[in-house]
């Protein structure tokens, strides 16, 4: 699986479409992280991170929110989203997710 978190200061950006950075994370059939990718996001552009993140193989999305044409759009590339996670490093989030105590909030975004 691949898992992508938007970042900033090394943690979890609370504005996904207008993060610096994605973490991109690779993990096995056991839940491990098995690779690690910092890699810089592409200008904010409507429309561009579903096709940008489809193209590097993510097949979950780790935010805290996004806007419900995103969410649609994340859906249609077979992309899982989870929305309303917190300010944490992309490893503890992986981590409270693969254990099943990843406390989320609602979702930040409306538009």
């Known amino acids: 699986m691949m ?10 950006s ?5 993060c610096a950075k994605f973490a991109l994370i690779q ?9 690690r990718r910092d890699i810089d996001a592409p200008p904010h552009e409507p429309g561009l ?6 193209e ?17 759009l994340f859906a249609q590339k077979g ?3 989870i929305t309303g996670a917190p300010i ?4 503890a989030l992986i981590a409270a997710h693969f254990a099943g105590t990843l406390q989320t909030a609602s979702n930040s975004c409306d538009h």
């Open 79 to 81: 992309i899982d989203v």
């Open 14 to 18: 609370p504005h996904f479409g207008h």
């Open 49 to 54: 991170l579903p096709n940008w993140l489809h």
């Open 27 to 35: 993990t096995d059939d056991k839940n491990a992280i098995t690779a």
């Open 56 to 72: 590097r193989g993510v097949n979950l999305i780790l935010c805290g929110g996004m806007g419900p044409r995103a969410l649609e």
């Open 3 to 12: 898992i992508a978190i938007p970042l900033e200061d090394g943690k979890l």
């Open 88 to 91: 944490e490093t992309p490893e």
